[in-house]
Every structure is written in C-alpha cells, then in structure tokens.
C-alpha cells in the first residue's frame, strides 16, 4: 500500500491541525494504521495506531493521549489524526505507516509502509 500524507503546518501553541493520510489500493481496511513522528535531532517515536475496524480500538502515545484523536474512514482509504492543545514539544515531521497485523501495535518494526511525511511546526 502506498501512503501520502498532508496537512502538516505553522501554528501557535494551543493551536489545532488535523494531519490526513490516504492511502492507495482498494485493502485500506486490512491495515491497522499508525502515526509517528520524529523531531529534529531525535528518533522516530510512536504516536497513534487505529485497527483495522476503526472505533475505540486506539492506542496513544502518553505525551498525547487526551489532546491527538486518531480516526480512520475506510471509504475514502484515510486516517485522520487530529490534534488539539498543540504545544512546541509537538514539532515533528509526522509519518503515516500501515501495518497488516490484526494486533495493534505501538512498534515501528510492525508497520511495514510508510508514507512521506508532513511537517507540523509549534511556535511558542
């Protein structure tokens, strides 16, 4: 599967943005999906994962767990990640990863596609 991410951007802190990935192909609903994002200088890190179905099964990082919802709607092939109280630590390029694993995963090494990236930048 092959992921393209946007929505990235510049916003203050307090601030929302609302990052989309769509993916090509027509078995978007056998991923499970995930954001990660990797700030400068650090490693990637784990962000959000949706299974397959969508609704409450989810799994957040702790650093955003209360502020980032991720959603996904099969029919259009995309995952949402929607993030509000955005603060400067947030900054980061932000992945889209897809893993065919029917266990959600926190793990990089399960999700096996990976889109571009997007940029979203904090300011304090």
């Known amino acids: 599967v092959q992921l393209q991410a946007s929505g990235g951007g510049l916003v203050q802190t307090g601030g929302s943005l609302r990052l989309s990935c769509v993916a090509s192909g027509r078995t978007f609903s056998s991923y499970q999906m995930g954001w990660f994002r990797q700030a400068p200088g650090k490693e990637r890190q784990f962000v959000a994962a949706?299974?397959?179905?969508?609704?409450?099964?989810?799994v957040y990082a702790e650093s955003v767990k209360g502020r980032f919802t991720i959603s996904r709607d099969n029919a259009k092939n995309t995952v949402y990640l929607q993030m509000n109280s955005l603060k400067p630590e947030d900054t980061a390029i932000y992945y889209c990863a897809a893993s065919s694993s029917l266990i959600l995963s926190t793990m990089m090494s399960v999700f096996r596609s990976w889109g571009q990236g997007t940029l979203v930048t904090v300011s304090s």
């Open positions: 949706i299974s397959q179905t969508g609704g409450d099964r989810t």
